[in-house]
């Protein structure tokens, strides 16, 4: 499809695509009654590609409940049920971890699924180095085959607010940026 069409297409589906976000962001998880950790700050940046491959980067300001901790573990969902016949299924590649305090960014990835819900499960931190109480995280990556298309538009719906943390967080904010905008 060229790439003007395209960028039409994305354009097209930004109404639909904010509510969604937002709707995540309102549905975060509470806060895990073991460790008492927080997320005061989750920046979540997409950058839909031509291809409708997703580039994604989050910020998080995170504190530990317990010190000794290794540091965190995020999931990104995989394979979700898209209807009774068939998976949305996601790959997750080009994983990297930042951290402008110092963290430890070692990361270690493992596909899990329970219930038919797939997810990547990514381990960042070092168990011989334990974090300090309150870490910042800079982690990017890329999912394939996330755009699905819509008769006159591409849909981009995602769980922005990281389904599955088990954490609460007290700010969040999400960007998507798109050929042609959104």
């Known amino acids: 499809e060229p790439s003007g069409a395209l ?21 975060a998880p509470a806060a895990s009654a073991g460790w008492n ?10 950058t839909i590609l031509h291809n409708g491959d997703v580039a994604v980067t989050q910020v998080i300001d995170y504190e530990f409940g317990a010190e000794g901790r290794p540091g965190v573990v995020l999931q990104v969902p995989s394979r979700l049920p898209w209807d009774s016949s068939r998976d949305a299924v996601h ?10 305090t110092g963290a430890a960014t070692e990361v270690s990835t493992r596909e ?17 180095r334990p974090a300090d109480r309150a870490e910042t ?9 996330v755009t699905e298309a819509q008769p006159g538009f ?20 999400v960007t998507v940026e798109a050929p042609g905008g959104v």
Do not use: N
């Open 154 to 173: 591409d849909e981009f719906v995602w769980d922005a607010s990281g389904g599955g943390l088990g954490v609460g967080i007290e700010q969040m904010t």
């Open 137 to 145: 995280y800079v982690v990017s990556y890329t999912i394939t085959s």
């Open 7 to 27: 960028m039409r297409r994305f354009a097209g589906f930004a109404c639909a695509l904010v509510l969604a976000l937002c709707w995540q962001v309102g549905a």
């Open 112 to 128: 899990i699924e329970d219930g038919g819900v797939g997810r990547v499960r990514l381990r960042i931190g070092d168990p011989k």
């Open 91 to 100: 790959t997750v590649s080009d994983v990297r971890v930042s951290s402008p």
């Open 37 to 46: 950790d927080v997320i005061h700050r989750l920046d979540a940046s997409y």
